[in-house]
């Protein structure tokens, strides 16, 4: 089983920028695709990006594209999401989640099913 330690939210206004990072152990980091979710008040769980075991392959929500990056160390079992041009909306707990099985990419259609464990949350609030 593999803990997720997410970390770096917080308050920020509108147009500014933060970056998340979450923190992996327990199984082989490299071997897994690693992906961020959201989920804001009296919403259900949404799809923000996810990136391949290797980091080779990104994919994200149209509502972040150009605004968010998700990247990964693998020396440091470490994936992180870079923030920028924050809007309101963008106001959640961010979940960091990994892939279930190895060497397998998630998408916007497949990350119901395809991650396997989560993180605790870490809210991100964005004042206008």
């Known amino acids: 089983q593999v803990q997720l330690v997410e970390s770096g939210g917080g308050l920020v206004q509108a147009g500014g920028s933060l970056r998340l990072s979450c923190a992996a152990s327990?199984?082989?980091?490299?071997?897994?695709?690693m992906g961020w979710l959201r989920q804001a008040p009296g919403k259900e769980r949404e799809f923000v990006a996810t990136?391949?075991?290797?980091?080779?392959?990104?994919n994200y929500a149209d509502s972040v594209k150009d605004r968010f990056t998700i990247s990964r160390d693998n020396a440091k079992n470490t994936v992180y999401l870079q923030v920028n041009s924050l809007k309101p909306e963008d106001t959640a707990v961010y979940y960091c989640?990994?892939?279930?099985?190895?060497?397998?990419?998630?998408?916007?259609?497949?990350?119901?099913?395809?991650?396997?464990?989560w993180g605790q949350g870490i809210q991100v609030t964005v004042s206008s």
């Open positions: 989640a990994a892939a279930r099985h190895p060497l397998t990419m998630l998408v916007s259609t497949t990350w119901r099913t395809g991650f396997g464990s």
């Open positions: 327990g199984r082989t980091f490299s071997n897994y695709a």
């Open positions: 990136i391949s075991w290797s980091g080779a392959t990104t």
